[in-house]
């Protein structure tokens, strides 16, 4: 079972987080920050993840700890549940549309983290979130997930579009990697012997 959970807690946050890659699409997220909620849910939703994920931080100070813990939990877990990542398809791209906006997605669950970003937000805020914090999110998730991430923006004016097409694209790279490949089998997909 491609089943992982992770509880991490620090001075600053107390966050554990449970998937499952085979799954449908379910999520209960409850980080305490409303519109990052509503991100992880398009994560769950769009890449067949179920996601459960509850995060207490010190929200007194702002959003920051929170966010980027919570995107280290998770690389954590997906680490944990893809196990030696035999039989995985192991890259992702997508190319999402919304509205305004068009964000595309390419990685590779390579354990080699490397992270682009070329998704700047036209404005700070998103209601009382810092969009800079979108950034922080998927930073933190791909060097504790052990991923190649590059995040593009290709245009886009309205910041919650471009936000919300980064995790909607992000999740639906992650489901095509994650899914196993019938034509692979057992076999690790790579000429190295690991990864």
């Not at 959003?63 to 990542?85: F, N, P, R, S």
């Not at 471009?162 to 992650?174: C, G, P, W």
Request: aromatic residues 6%; glycine residues 8%; proline residues 3%.
């Amino acid at each position: 079972m491609r089943k992982a959970t992770i509880s991490r807690k620090t001075a600053e946050t107390d966050i554990t987080v449970e998937i499952n890659l085979d799954g449908t699409g379910q999520y209960d997220n409850r980080t305490g920050v409303g519109f990052f909620d509503h991100m992880l849910d398009q994560l769950a939703r769009h890449s067949l993840i179920d996601m459960t994920i509850r995060a207490q931080g010190d929200l007194h100070i702002d959003d920051h700890h929170t966010v980027e813990d919570t995107g280290i939990a998770l690389g954590q877990a997906l680490v944990k549940a893809l196990g030696d990542k035999r039989g995985i398809r192991r890259y992702g791209h997508f190319a999402l549309a919304m509205d305004d906006t068009q964000v595309q997605c390419a990685l590779d669950l390579s354990a080699r983290p490397f992270f682009v970003w070329n998704c700047d937000m036209p404005t700070p805020k998103i209601g009382t979130f810092d969009t800079e914090l979108v950034r922080e999110f998927f930073q933190a998730l791909a060097t504790n997930g052990g991923i190649t991430l590059h995040i593009d923006r290709v245009h886009g004016f309205n910041s919650h579009h471009i936000a919300e097409a980064a995790f909607k694209s992000v999740a639906r790279a992650l489901r095509m990697a994650v899914e196993t490949d019938p034509r692979m089998g057992d076999v690790l997909p790579s000429t190295k012997g690991a990864l």
